[in-house]
């Protein structure tokens, strides 16, 4: 089999690339250029709000020279968790983009689009057939939870995209997706080996935060052989090694041999890594489990409250000393003056120099910084709510008389004026779940459109 060649501009879409680095990847002539472009990482919000995690800027940008060389050059283009989370709003705001470089550039071409939503109905006649399965012991949702969530998606395999690329669409543009799949879906198609071209696509999803020295704003080129795959840099300040290929491959894993997926859980047992004199890494040994039932993943965020936040600083070692103690006393205070004003909320201090980043999850003795950074927190129903009781918390951890204060005024720097800031609503995962889906496609809708013209 002829080598099979995959351009990776970015680790996701908007994060951007270097002009030079794309570019000597289509000197190589690629097969296919594929995108991750979402993930759950950070956090439930964007996808409850159907808003993207990446600029729209950025976004635009990276996909003007993906669409604009891939359809030039008659080379496919793959996209998959499109805006971020993957939902419809997302799938439709990066149609938008596309539509608009299409104008701008005078192109033509047709266009495959797979959503990944899947009705609430679906999910909770599926609960309640035992075809969902909890991740990591988390409770199963009812009925009132599902709904109240406002999307609800899937990560989609190889399959949906493929049925696509079978209508022979110049773009795929897919929802929530599994990360490697925008990049193995083409190959495997072609009768590539399926655990090669997923592991290899796991590695370059993240495109040159694989390589060394890292980076997730960079290009590299995946190269699939019959029985192993190789990794090239495309920058010439990096290159790939046995330790960042191997490191990469434990990337967002619990298991360091194991990584399940839609259709089946790759084992890295045998997995040998070998470094080229060319600065590239060859992977020999993957190989993959097919699962019975085919799962897919659900995701769902559901809202549960309003945020408000404050940010300050202090430089009193007196007060960093019994920082604990005040503010319990403080929070015990706040909760005093509110008793009677039927105001609902939760507050939280993450003290930054002091536990701020691990919490409760890092144990052990640590001397007490010479500063603290103390974030204050506030959830309540509403925004109103947040507000005042971030307010009441704020100034009265600003004033409050700690044992051994010396100053008269007030304990905390604030970096911002105002100091207190909206973050809106919040919401939680309700649905990190994996649902049965005897036909990988079905639960995943389908269309082709043209796009084109010109201004």
Same mark, same amino acid.
């Given at each position: ?55 729209r800027v950025g976004v635009k940008r990276d996909l003007r020279y993906m669409i604009t060389y891939g359809i030039k050059n008659k080379i496919p283009v793959v996209i998959g968790s499109a805006g971020g989370s993957g939902a419809r709003p997302h799938v439709e ?45 988390l409770p199963m949702p009812t009925p009132e939870e599902v709904n109240s969530c406002p999307y609800v998606v899937a990560q989609m395999g190889i399959e949906p995209i493929q049925a696509l690329l079978t209508e022979g669409v110049d773009v795929v543009l897919a ?85 399940? /997926?839609?259709? $089946?859980? @790759?084992?890295?047992? =045998? ?5 080229? &004199?060319?600065?590239?890494? !060859? *992977? ?21 409250g309003f945020r408000t936040i404050s940010i300050a600083g202090t430089h009193d070692p007196i007060m960093i000393a019994s920082l604990d103690n005040i503010l319990t006393e403080v929070k015990a205070r706040v909760d005093d003056l509110l008793s009677k004003e ?13 536990? /701020?980043?691990? $919490?409760? @999850?890092?144990?052990? =003795? ?5 500063? &603290?950074?103390?974030?204050? !927190? *506030? ?77």
């Amino acid at each position: 089999m002829k080598p099979f060649k995959v351009l990776s501009p970015t680790a996701i879409l908007g994060y951007g690339f270097p002009e030079a680095s794309f570019l000597k990847g289509m000197e190589e002539k690629p097969d296919l250029i594929a995108v991750d472009a979402g993930s759950t990482d950070p956090g439930p919000y964007y996808l409850g709000s159907g808003k993207s995690f990446t600029d729209r800027v950025g976004v635009k940008r990276d996909l003007r020279y993906m669409i604009t060389y891939g359809i030039k050059n008659k080379i496919p283009v793959v996209i998959g968790s499109a805006g971020g989370s993957g939902a419809r709003p997302h799938v439709e705001w990066c149609r938008q983009i596309i539509e608009e470089i299409a104008l701008e550039e005078k192109l033509s071409f047709r266009m495959g689009i797979a959503y990944a939503d899947i009705e609430k109905s679906v999910v909770i006649k599926a609960i309640d057939a035992g075809q969902v399965t909890p991740l990591d012991d988390l409770p199963m949702p009812t009925p009132e939870e599902v709904n109240s969530c406002p999307y609800v998606v899937a990560q989609m395999g190889i399959e949906p995209i493929q049925a696509l690329l079978t209508e022979g669409v110049d773009v795929v543009l897919a929802g929530r997706a599994y990360d490697p799949v925008c990049f193995s879906a083409l190959p495997i198609m072609k009768g590539y080996d399926v655990a090669l071209a997923t592991h290899m696509g796991k590695i370059i999803e993240c495109a040159a935060i694989a390589a060394t020295p890292g980076s997730g704003a960079d290009a590299v080129l995946g190269i699939l052989y019959e029985d192993y795959f190789v990794l090239k840099a495309l920058n010439p300040i990096r290159k790939f090694t046995e330790l960042s290929a191997a490191a990469h491959s434990l990337y967002e894993k619990s298991d360091p041999y194991h990584l399940p /997926g839609p259709g $089946g859980t @790759l084992d890295l047992s =045998n997995v040998t890594f070998t470094e080229l &004199a060319t600065g590239e890494v !060859e *992977v020999r040994g993957t190989t993959i489990t097919p699962t019975n039932p085919y799962r897919i993943k659900l995701e769902g965020s559901s809202p549960v409250g309003f945020r408000t936040i404050s940010i300050a600083g202090t430089h009193d070692p007196i007060m960093i000393a019994s920082l604990d103690n005040i503010l319990t006393e403080v929070k015990a205070r706040v909760d005093d003056l509110l008793s009677k004003e039927n105001v609902e909320a939760r507050v939280y201090f993450h003290v930054y120099g002091k536990h /701020g980043v691990m $919490g409760d @999850l890092e144990k052990g =003795n640590y001397p007490d910084p010479h500063e &603290a950074g103390i974030l204050i !927190e *506030v959830l309540a129903p509403t925004q109103e709510a947040a507000d005042t009781v971030c307010s009441i918390t704020r100034s009265t951890l600003l004033h409050y008389g700690y044992e051994g204060r010396i100053a008269t005024a007030g304990n905390l720097a604030f970096p911002f004026s105002p100091s207190d800031i909206r973050m809106g609503q919040c919401f939680q995962f309700t649905l990190y779940h994996l649902m049965d889906a005897p036909d990988p496609s079905a639960p995943f809708n389908r269309e082709i459109v043209t796009i084109g013209g010109a201004i």
